[in-house]
C-alpha cells in the first residue's frame, strides 16, 4: 500500500515507523509548515498516494479534509478536537464521492470499553441511587479538552441511559499517552472500568490497520466499522 502522512508530530512519527513495518510504501509525509490552511495537499503531491494519514491539530484539520475530499483521496484522521464540522464534512464527502474515515481512539481496547459502556449505561438508566461519571489524563501538549475519546464514551453511555449528565473531568500532565475511567459509584460500593495506553504505537497500528481496510470504500466510516469488518 502506497500512504501519504499528513502531519509530522509524535503520531505522524509512529504512523511512518509502523507503516514501513508492515511492508507499505511512504510515498509523501508533509508538516504544518508545508500545508497552510490545506494548500500544500496537491493532486501532484499526492498522486502516488492511495490512501492518506492524517494526524494534525484540531485547528487544522477541517481545512485538511475539506482539501482531500475534493481531491478523491481516501484520508484516515485521529484528529481530534472538530465535532461541530463533521456533520457538514459528511455532506460534503457524499455530494462528492468522497471517503474518510474518523476515530477518536484507533486502540482496540478502547472499542471494547465502549461496547462495555453501553451495557454498563443501559443497566444504570433508571436507577437514581448510582451516580457515574468520567476521568481522562493526557500529556501537556494536548490541545483538547475533554478528549475526543472521552466524548466518544460519553456519547455512548448517553446514548443508553439520556437521563444521566456523566460528566467529564479532564487532567493534562506530563507525558501521558491517554487513561479513561468511568467510575459507578453507590452508597456502599464502587465499580470502575479504565483503559490505559502504555504506548502511542497502540493508535499507529490502528491507524494503519484503518488505512488497510479503507483503500477501495466509498463513505463516511469509523473504526468500529474496521473492528466490524475484522469481526466479520
Do not use: C
Amino acid at each position: 500500500m502506497r500512504i501519504a502522512i499528513v502531519g509530522t508530530g509524535r503520531m505522524g512519527q509512529a504512523v511512518a515507523t509502523e507503516a514501513a513495518a508492515r511492508g507499505h510504501e511512504v510515498v509523501a509525509r508533509i508538516g504544518r509548515t508545508d500545508n497552510p490552511n490545506g494548500t500544500g495537499l496537491t493532486r501532484e503531491r499526492l498522486a502516488a498516494a492511495e490512501v492518506i494519514v492524517e494526524f494534525t491539530r484540531p485547528d487544522t484539520v477541517v481545512a485538511n479534509l475539506e482539501r482531500l475530499i475534493g481531491l478523491g483521496i481516501p484520508v484516515v484522521t485521529g484528529t481530534t478536537g472538530w465535532g461541530a464540522d463533521l456533520s457538514r464534512l459528511t455532506s460534503l464527502a457524499q455530494s462528492e464521492g468522497g471517503t474518510f474515515l474518523h476515530a477518536a481512539n484507533f486502540s482496540l481496547g478502547l472499542q471494547l470499553l465502549l461496547e462495555a459502556a453501553r451495557t454498563l449505561g443501559a443497566r444504570l438508566a433508571n436507577r437514581p441511587e448510582l451516580d457515574a461519571g468520567l476521568f481522562e489524563q493526557h500529556h501537556r501538549k494536548k490541545v483538547d479538552a475533554p478528549s475526543g475519546t472521552a466524548l466518544a464514551i460519553q456519547a455512548a453511555l448517553r446514548g443508553v441511559d439520556p437521563g444521566r449528565e456523566y460528566p467529564i473531568t479532564s487532567e493534562r500532565l506530563g507525558w501521558i499517552p491517554g487513561t479513561h475511567r468511568l467510575s459507578i459509584d453507590g452508597e456502599f460500593e464502587t465499580l470502575t472500568l479504565t483503559h490505559a495506553v502504555r504506548d502511542r504505537r497502540v493508535f499507529a497500528a490502528g491507524a494503519v490497520t484503518a488505512a488497510e481496510w479503507l483503500v477501495g470504500q466509498r463513505g463516511v466510516f469509523t473504526f468500529q466499522d474496521v473492528i466490524r469488518g475484522a469481526d466479520a
